[in-house]
């Protein structure tokens, strides 16, 4: 390790090398990049609290313009998601986290500077907003970063604990700001930016003095851009759509369409165990993954999730029965379940489909070149951030979808509907490109058909 905490001998796919050093050096840095970004999320979810209580400390803004707050960070953070993939290999992974944890303090500012003044613009407001995106960028360039530092066989696992350690971010929120903001003898949307502030500046302190650089991650632009040519990095991107799109525009969404659809005001104090089950249930989709094969239990997944959004349309088709509420929040929780499981089972399958293309269909390494399996591992990591920034942008279609179907038809069923049909779309894909030919790609890795 050099002075500036650059690794330049970095082999985990040696067992001697990984048992004796990489193991304690992967995991110390997978410790504090789920720090980073947890608060990254945390920030990403900020008004969809907020939102919520705008009116109530004198704001008057239309359902319409109440969900697209809530959606333009998804918008701006899937954008973002794209330089922050390339950023990685360019800058390093500790120097890019203690960036990119930092850059979280202006969205928090500006939040905390804006929201308790009800004559300030709504235009203002929106800007606000989408400066949270910034803690959305975060995620892409973590997956990356932690991509690089595990062997292929504990991928799954790793990288699941990674992203679900940040998915969490948007519980402990959603959890704690509606109660910071109450916190005194009036409202103090305020609070909800001031509490993240301290926890910000902890956090790239502890990537600055624990985390590390790769020196065997570096690669120029267009070492990572050629994966855009390769077809299995759009049918990931669409099947992440469907997985994490739903869990970051669902969590987005959620609190306003539960405080618009059901006349308890309480009722949004439950919004948070959506994003708590589907983050904990994501390291569970990469084991399943790893167990019984990404695609496969991608397939039966988004079935399920079929099923859980036509349950819910039932239920709000209800809203003044005495069990609907209790249904839909169940049902609601089932979905979050099945987007964390999608999440784990989709990202698995990336760095099997790209260590096949260039390995070949050998099970372990059998004897393939070292100059191989960097590219798999560099390509992967592309993939992860490229994949996760055009799934994000579902984060941006569902609240959007929620304000434009109840601006049109008075209420969200329609636009429950549409995501209904997209993962009708998914399973189709699925079972076309993974399952069709008896090839469970995260299973097997016999992908000679699948060079593009």
């Not at 970063?145 to 971010?169: Q, T």
């Not at 005194?184 to 790239?204: C, H, T």
């Amino acid at each position: 390790m050099s002075p500036s905490r650059w690794i330049n001998t970095w082999e985990p796919e040696d067992e001697t090398f990984w048992s004796s050093t990489g193991r304690s050096i992967a995991r110390r840095n997978l410790i504090f990049s789920i720090f980073a970004e947890l608060l990254g999320f945390s920030v990403w979810l900020l008004w969809s609290v907020t939102a919520t209580r705008l009116n109530d400390a004198g704001f008057d803004l239309s359902s319409g313009q109440l969900f697209t707050l809530v959606a333009v960070p998804a918008l701006v953070g899937a954008t973002v998601r794209f330089p922050y993939t390339f950023a990685v290999p360019r800058f390093g992974g500790r120097n890019w986290t203690v960036f990119s944890a930092l850059a979280l303090l202006i969205p928090t500012t500006l939040l905390v500077v804006l929201v308790n003044d009800p004559t300030t613009p709504y235009w203002a407001l929106l800007l606000a907003a989408a400066t949270a995106g910034l803690g959305g960028g975060n995620f892409a360039s973590s997956m990356a970063n932690i991509s690089f530092f595990f062997p292929d066989r504990e991928k799954g696992w790793a990288l699941g604990l990674n992203a679900a350690g940040g998915n969490i971010g948007v519980a402990i929120l959603q959890l704690t700001a509606p109660v910071a903001i109450t916190l005194g003898a009036s409202l103090q949307l305020r609070n909800a930016g001031l509490m993240l502030m301290p926890f910000i500046v902890l956090a790239a302190l502890c990537a600055w003095r624990y985390m590390d650089n790769l020196s065997t991650a570096r690669s120029s632009f267009r070492d990572q851009v050629v994966v855009a040519r390769n077809r299995h990095t759009w049918i990931i991107s669409w099947l992440y759509i469907g997985t994490f799109g739903s869990f970051i525009g669902y969590s987005a969404g959620l609190p306003l369409l539960m405080k618009q659809e059901f006349a308890d005001p309480n009722a949004i104090k439950y919004a948070f165990l959506g994003p708590l089950v589907g983050s904990i249930a994501r390291p569970i989709g990469g084991k399943l993954a790893d167990r019984l094969g990404g695609a496969k239990v991608t397939l039966c997944n988004f079935s399920v999730m079929i099923s859980a959004v036509l349950g819910v349309v039932v239920c709000l088709g209800e809203t003044d029965a005495g069990w609907s509420f209790p249904v839909f929040v169940a049902l609601f929780l089932m979905l979050f379940v099945t987007t964390g499981i999608g999440n784990g089972t989709t990202f698995r399958m990336v760095p099997v489909i790209f260590r096949a293309h260039h390995v070949g269909p050998d099970s372990g390494d059998g004897g393939a070149q070292p100059a191989a399996l960097v590219a798999a591992r560099r390509e992967s990591a592309a993939v992860l951030g490229l994949t996760s920034a055009v799934g994000a942008y579902g984060g941006f279609l569902i609240p959007q979808g929620f304000g434009l179907s109840t601006n049109a038809t008075g209420g969200p069923q329609a636009a429950l509907l549409a995501f209904a049909a997209f993962y009708g779309s998914c399973v189709v894909l699925t079972w076309w490109c993974y399952l069709r030919r008896r090839v469970a790609v995260a299973r097997v890795p016999n992908l000679a058909w699948a060079r593009p």
